[in-house]
């Protein structure tokens, strides 16, 4: 069966989702920092195009919470892997921007959940690089299409399950790739990455419904 992704009006049928994760010292990115983070770029099938990864350094006007550093502290390799060689996010994230416009078709952010990892990246793409995760009808620079992809809903929805059990420790460990969920952020992105592919496989097997005129105005 011929999977399709979602297609706006005059729009090509080729699309990009880039399935990101973060790894930060808090959990909110205007009291905190983001530590790390890395991007899938994949097709609707799940062929990975190619990947972005980084470690920044902290922010100077932002501090660790107490909470997730103690946390940290049950994780030292990972804390490794999302603190060693940190780089200014000032000269990432325009390059990081400008690898997501270099990506084929139509480019669609996909995060678990998206209000966690989404909301990072939408914060430090508007502040280092003058754009937004979310597309819209914004005056500045436009990387991404609509309003991205949430894994975690997704997977809930497709897999019948009550709300209370949409958690993605509950997706099937083969739909990872069986890829461990090691909180290093590449590891954890790729492993989404295939979650993805799955989703779009059980989508493609559902009956399709139409796509209408909006009657909003």
């Known amino acids: 069966m011929s999977l399709q992704p979602p297609i ?9 989702f880039v399935v990101t994760d973060i790894e930060s010292d808090g959990h909110n990115p205007l009291e ?3 530590l790390s983070f890395a991007s899938v770029a994949v097709d609707i099938e799940g062929k990975v195009l190619d990947e972005f990864e980084a470690v920044l350094t902290p922010r100077t006007d932002r501090k660790p919470d107490p909470n997730t550093m103690a946390w940290w502290e049950t994780q030292p390799e990972a804390w490794t892997h999302a603190t060693q060689n940190p780089k200014d996010p000032a000269s990432v994230m325009p390059r990081y921007a400008d690898w997501v416009e270099s990506l084929p078709g139509f ?3 996909a995060a678990a959940p998206m209000i966690f990892d989404g909301l990072w990246m939408d914060h430090y793409l508007s502040v280092f690089a003058g754009t937004r995760v979310m597309g819209g009808p914004y005056k500045s620079r436009q990387i991404f299409r609509g309003g991205g992809v949430c894994l975690y809903t ?3 929805t497709l897999r019948g399950a009550e709300y209370t059990k949409w958690g993605m420790q509950r997706v099937p460990p083969a739909w990872y790739g ?3 969920h090691t909180h ?3 590891d954890d992105a790729r492993g989404f990455a295939n979650v993805l592919a799955k989703l779009f496989e059980i989508s493609g097997q559902l009956p399709r419904i139409e796509a209408t005129e909006s009657v909003y105005k």
């Open 178 to 180: 069986h890829i461990e």
């Open 154 to 156: 997704m997977a809930g």
């Open 184 to 186: 290093r952020a590449i």
């Open 32 to 34: 905190s920092s983001m």
């Open 107 to 109: 480019r669609v952010f």
């Open 8 to 16: 706006a009006p005059g729009q090509s049928e080729l699309c990009t």
